[in-house]
């Protein structure tokens, strides 16, 4: 795939990429790795989409309504929704080692509190749309990427672990009332 020269639109080789994302499923789900894998294989469709998403608009180089529509522009948007789940993942080791730290830590007050000022941004901004929005109750991951209708992407809660375990003792060791006392 290295050598892609594409014709534009590469309407084609888009649905074909979402037909062998959807064929790398296991019961409806799909795991980090797979979806790692995909990523890589269409990078250069991506690039390529990327580039020349805008290509017959309108207004020149402005986006029109016919170009933000695009099948490239979609693609885009997948491609990209796609990465932020496994640019998510990789702070799996994070947390396990966190965790691990917070046991150590947990009856000394002063280094608490370096632990959890130390992790704030973690548990309150990056991950949050991860804990109030992905995390479903069925113990299933659902990043709500539906921007292809006949793409449905869930995964298994098992694949962040360490991530869903961080949050749940982070949440409730942040937002306690009076349980830090510099909280």
């Not at 894998?37 to 017959?56: A, P």
């Not at 099948?71 to 990789?90: G, I, P, R, S």
Request: with cysteine.
């Amino acid at each position: 795939m290295s050598n892609y020269s594409y014709r534009f639109p590469p309407r084609r080789e888009i649905h074909s990429s979402l037909e062998e994302l959807k064929n790398l499923q296991e019961d409806r789900f799909y795991t980090i790795s797979k979806i790692h894998w995909w990523l890589l294989k269409y990078d250069i469709l991506y690039k390529y989409c990327k580039k020349n998403w805008n290509n017959g608009s309108c207004f020149d180089e402005l986006p029109c309504s016919h170009t933000l529509k695009s099948n490239e522009n979609a693609f885009v948007d997948f491609y990209e929704d796609l990465e932020e789940v496994t640019e998510l993942h990789k702070k799996e080791s994070y947390f396990k080692e966190q965790m691990e730290g917070l046991e150590m830590v947990r009856d000394d007050n002063p280094a608490f509190m370096q632990w959890l000022r130390q992790n704030e941004k973690l548990g309150t901004e990056y991950f949050i749309i991860f804990w109030t929005e992905w995390l479903e109750e069925d113990d299933i991951v659902n990043p709500g990427i539906n921007i292809f209708p006949n793409v449905e992407v869930k995964i298994l809660a098992k694949e962040f672990g360490n991530t869903i375990q961080f949050l749940e003792v982070f949440n409730e060791l942040y937002w306690a009332p009076g349980l830090c006392k510099e909280n």
